[in-house]
């Protein structure tokens, strides 16, 4: 068997495979095993570039592997929240529940009252036309709503609060995601450096080809990004079925990146997290204190979304963080030091991601999760954007990857 990309989706494709005693080859394009699932730890603080979550540890099959890995997690308290305006002044908690509040109200009226194809900004727009001035309700827009789905002006008004999580606490992984893929891929043949740039298929086999020449399989599961399918970055000869095409197009692939801030000194609130309200949405406007993690670690993570992180994508370092400056000084006064250090993502700019994950748009309809999921022949599709229930998350990855396996097992296919 082939398995194309090293992601938790490929990954968890290919255990399940050689767990049931079949011979499997990882064909991974970069350096290093987890896609998405990346911690860079050169300022010597784990920092991860990817997911940082365990969305509900309860059922989790991703709980279960980080425990099985040895991997810490810690749960951070949202509500152990600063909350500072545009100018200076502090939300009281008071305003910050009431603000949240009002978010959950509208999101529930936009979803009731919207339409698969009309999107979260046009029902905002005529429930609520008012509802971005006030900073604090937009800010629970962009980081509760824009942060974990997509962009507002292609996000689905229905289709909105599609997408699971599990029940029990939700956990930081404290030494880095990356242990979890490290733990998946341990033992399993991954050939790095390798992009795949076609996938053939006939009735016997499935031929891929790579720049170090073709490797032939009974079956070959395409664990890929989204993003790389949007681009056509494999060649599928025959074609994908016109239904795949469909769901490839239809589904939404989203841009969120994370910003890692490291000073000499602790300037900031003792709290879990600072949030901000400026005007300008969606960059630098919920801080998680790093030191709730890792102590003494004099750090700040905080993000960016939609056009806000492509645009960021874009500019060099110092004035990524002449921007973060402008909002802590703005925040905790003109004397605030620049960082000693900074780590980014750049997950839109990245060729064999091209964005962060997947979400309803306005073009998606929940089938097309269906279809990506159902085998074209000896070609299996696995990742995030392949599961209904769990898109964008890593326990969808890595689902979709074990439903992947079975799918081939059950075929009874050649070891
Ligand atoms: C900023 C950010 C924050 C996130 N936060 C969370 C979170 O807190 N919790 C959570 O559950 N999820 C989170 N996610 C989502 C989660 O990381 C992904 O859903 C999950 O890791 C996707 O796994 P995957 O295996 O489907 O894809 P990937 O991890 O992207 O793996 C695909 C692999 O395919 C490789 N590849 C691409 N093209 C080729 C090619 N042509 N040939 C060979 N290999 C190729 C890639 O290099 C990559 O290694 C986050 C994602 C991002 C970007």
């Known amino acids: 068997?082939?398995?194309v990309g090293a992601g938790v989706a490929g990954l968890a494709a290919a255990r399940a495979l050689v767990d049931a005693g079949r011979s499997v080859i990882v064909l991974e394009a970069t350096a290093q095993v987890g896609g998405r699932v990346r911690t860079d730890r050169s300022l010597g603080v784990p920092f991860d570039l990817g997911a940082s979550w365990i969305h509900g540890t309860d059922g989790?099959?991703?709980a279960d592997l980080a425990a099985a890995a040895g991997a810490p997690a810690v749960e951070l308290d949202f509500s152990d929240v600063t909350a500072i305006d545009e100018g200076g002044d502090r939300w009281t908690l008071d305003e910050f529940g009431q603000a949240e509040q009002a978010y959950e109200e509208l999101m529930a009226a936009v979803v009731d009252e919207g339409d698969d194809d009309v999107s979260v900004a046009t029902m905002i727009a005529s429930l609520e036309p008012d509802w971005f001035e006030h900073r604090l309700q937009a800010f629970f827009t962009s980081t509760y709503l824009v942060f974990d789905t997509g962009d507002l002006d292609r996000l689905s008004s229905a289709l909105a609060d599609e997408g699971e999580v599990f029940g029990g606490p939700e956990v930081v992984m404290t030494d880095g995601y990356d242990r979890i893929a490290t733990h998946l891929a341990a033992g399993l043949d991954v050939r790095l450096?390798?992009?795949?740039?076609?996938?053939?298929?006939?009735d016997e086999r499935a031929v891929v080809t790579t720049a170090a020449g073709e490797f032939v399989a009974s079956d070959v599961v395409v664990a890929v990004p989204l993003g790389a399918l949007q681009a056509n970055a494999i060649t599928f000869s025959p074609a994908l079925p016109a239904g795949h095409l469909d769901a490839i197009d239809g589904i939404g692939f989203n841009a969120v990146d994370k910003f890692l801030f490291v000073w000499d000194e602790t300037f900031w609130d003792d709290t879990d997290f600072v949030v901000y309200t400026p005007t300008r949405r969606d960059v630098f406007n919920w801080f998680l204190d790093v030191n709730s993690l890792h102590p003494g670690s004099n750090a700040l993570m905080t993000f960016a979304y939609a056009d806000e992180a492509r645009m960021l994508e874009t500019l060099p370092d110092d004035e990524v963080i002449t921007l973060a400056m402008s909002h802590l000084r703005d925040m905790y006064g003109g004397d605030v030091p620049a960082p000693v250090a900074m780590r980014r993502s750049a997950w839109a700019s990245d060729p064999f991601t091209r964005g962060a994950y997947s979400f309803t748009s306005i073009d998606t309809s929940m089938e097309h999760f269906d279809v990506l999921a159902t085998p074209v022949g000896r070609l299996h599709l696995a990742g995030e954007h392949t599961h209904r229930q769990y898109f964008?998350?890593?326990?969808?990855?890595?689902l979709s990857g074990r439903r992947a396996a079975e799918q081939i097992l059950s075929n009874g296919s050649a070891p």
Not at 393 to 398: I, L, R
């Open 1 to 3: 068997m082939i398995v």
């Open 193 to 202: 450096g390798l992009p795949v740039t076609a996938v053939g298929r006939d």
């Open 60 to 62: 989790n099959p991703v």
């Open 392 to 398: 964008s998350t890593v326990h969808g990855a890595y």
